[in-house]
């Protein structure tokens, strides 16, 4: 390998030494590997990846990176094409036409708005539903969300002790202030 890996205080300044975080995105955009990258500053593969997954604003340029570098992972891929000899042994066409297929895969992942599988989302309706049914299971679903929302009114004082004011005693006064409920 060369360089025998960083110390954990070296990490930084070997990464740095190279260019930093501005190095390590235009590896990515030209879709090197951590793995290679981490080599060639004699940094173990982890120590790249805290690297730039630690600090926020080196994170957010590293996915800005790797999103850019689905382009250079479908050129790669036509590359891989384009160089199969005419006249080339069966396993060297087979590993070449892999090796594009999955160039062509790491763009979909990396940049998957532009490289990504388009998704047909369409629907073919054939009924056409009754209106009044859809009313009655609108209301029924709104019923169950709606309701439980809306508290319901407080009884009165009166209706839960069912009294009637003038038909307490002095009886009733003086078992209530027994029982300690009088002037509560």
């Excluded at 890996?5 to 951590?34: F, H, N, Y």
């Excluded at 479908?74 to 199969?84: K, P, W």
């Excluded at 009924?127 to 709606?146: H, N, R, S, Y």
Aim: net charge negative.
């Amino acid at each position: 390998m060369g360089r025998p890996l960083a110390k954990p205080g070296e990490l930084s300044s070997r990464i740095e030494a190279m260019g930093g975080i501005d190095w390590v995105c235009d590896q990515i955009r030209q879709g090197e590997t951590i793995r290679k990258m981490a080599e060639k500053c004699g940094v173990t593969w982890n120590a790249m990846w805290q690297y730039t997954s630690r600090d926020p604003q080196r994170l957010a340029a590293t996915r800005e990176a790797q999103v850019a570098s689905g382009e250079r992972f479908t050129e790669m891929a036509v590359e891989q094409i384009e160089t199969i000899p005419d006249v080339a042994p069966a396993a060297t066409v087979a590993r070449q036409r892999e090796l594009a297929s999955h160039y062509r895969w790491m763009a979909s992942k990396r940049d998957p708005r532009r490289f990504g599988d388009k998704l047909d989302i369409t629907a073919t309706v054939t009924e056409k539903p009754d209106p009044a049914l859809l009313d009655a299971k609108l209301g029924a679903i709104l019923g169950q969300v709606i309701r439980p929302s809306i508290p319901a009114p407080a009884p009165a004082v009166d209706d839960i002790l069912d009294l009637d004011y003038t038909e307490i005693t002095h009886e009733t006064a003086a078992t209530l202030a027994d029982t300690g409920s009088a002037g509560a």
